[in-house]
């Protein structure tokens, strides 16, 4: 089953303006019809799940339990978020990303920390090797600009990571004319 996978932070909470965006991301992707995959926990996840559990969509969350199980009750990633319809447990963080990308029709990036920046270069990286074997089609990455723009325009040029494997998009409207565009 095609999915439209989802990074982005688990720090943010319910009310603050990135939840809410990422609500309202979910709320369209749903609406169009689309199935969602994140990380299954709190925050972006939380958001984006809730959002699209709305509609008759495939909410998946691909979680990891073995690394946070001994996180306090208080932590983020103690549990699967309650939104979510499809849990897949994986045992790594790569296995979690290998999961998210595996029938991923698009990547949209949402602001986040170390753990969506890491989410980003390993979809890059797929982009760039599926462009260089040929054996898959690059799947479409949309970032959001106001927060990824500058760190993407200050990597180093030889690093092989060539800028036509995304798209920037500044607000849910902008992104909608992309995502109308899948299948």
Same mark, same amino acid.
């Given at each position: 089953?095609?999915?439209?996978?989802?990074?982005?932070?688990?720090?943010?909470?319910?009310?603050?303006?990135?939840?809410?965006?990422?609500?309202?991301?979910?709320?369209?992707?749903?609406?169009?019809?689309?199935?969602?995959?994140?990380?299954?926990?709190?925050?972006?996840?939380?958001?984006?799940?809730? =959002?699209?559990?709305?509609?008759?969509?495939?909410? #998946?969350?691909?979680?990891?339990?073995?690394?946070?199980? %001994?996180? *306090? /009750? $208080?932590?983020?990633?103690?549990?699967?978020?309650?939104?979510?319809?499809?849990?897949?447990?994986?045992?790594?963080?790569?296995?979690?990303?290998?999961?998210?990308?595996?029938?991923?029709?698009?990547?949209?990036?949402?602001? =986040?920390?170390?753990?969506?920046?890491?989410?980003? #270069?390993?979809?890059?990286?797929?982009?760039?090797?599926? %462009?260089? *074997? /040929? $054996?898959?089609?690059?799947?479409?990455?949309?970032?959001?600009?106001?927060?990824?723009?500058?760190?993407?325009?200050?990597?180093?040029?030889?690093?092989?990571?060539?800028?036509?494997?995304?798209?920037?998009?500044?607000?849910?409207?902008?992104?909608?004319?992309?995502?109308?565009?899948?299948?």
């Amino acid at each position: 089953m095609k999915h439209i996978t989802i990074f982005g932070s688990s720090r943010c909470v319910k009310g603050d303006e990135e939840y809410l965006f990422a609500e309202n991301l979910g709320n369209m992707l749903g609406k169009l019809g689309h199935n969602v995959a994140t990380g299954g926990y709190q925050g972006t996840m939380e958001a984006i799940s809730k =959002g699209a559990s709305k509609h008759n969509v495939s909410v #998946i969350g691909v979680t990891v339990p073995s690394l946070f199980s %001994n996180m *306090s /009750k $208080d932590s983020f990633e103690v549990k699967a978020n309650e939104f979510i319809n499809n849990e897949i447990k994986t045992e790594s963080l790569s296995s979690r990303i290998h999961h998210l990308l595996e029938n991923s029709k698009a990547i949209i990036v949402l602001p =986040g920390k170390i753990g969506t920046l890491t989410e980003l #270069i390993v979809a890059w990286n797929t982009n760039y090797l599926y %462009n260089i *074997s /040929k $054996d898959k089609d690059v799947i479409p990455i949309f970032l959001k600009k106001d927060y990824w723009k500058e760190i993407i325009d200050n990597m180093p040029e030889d690093m092989e990571l060539s800028n036509n494997f995304f798209e920037y998009y500044e607000n849910v409207e902008d992104l909608e004319k992309f995502i109308e565009k899948l299948d």
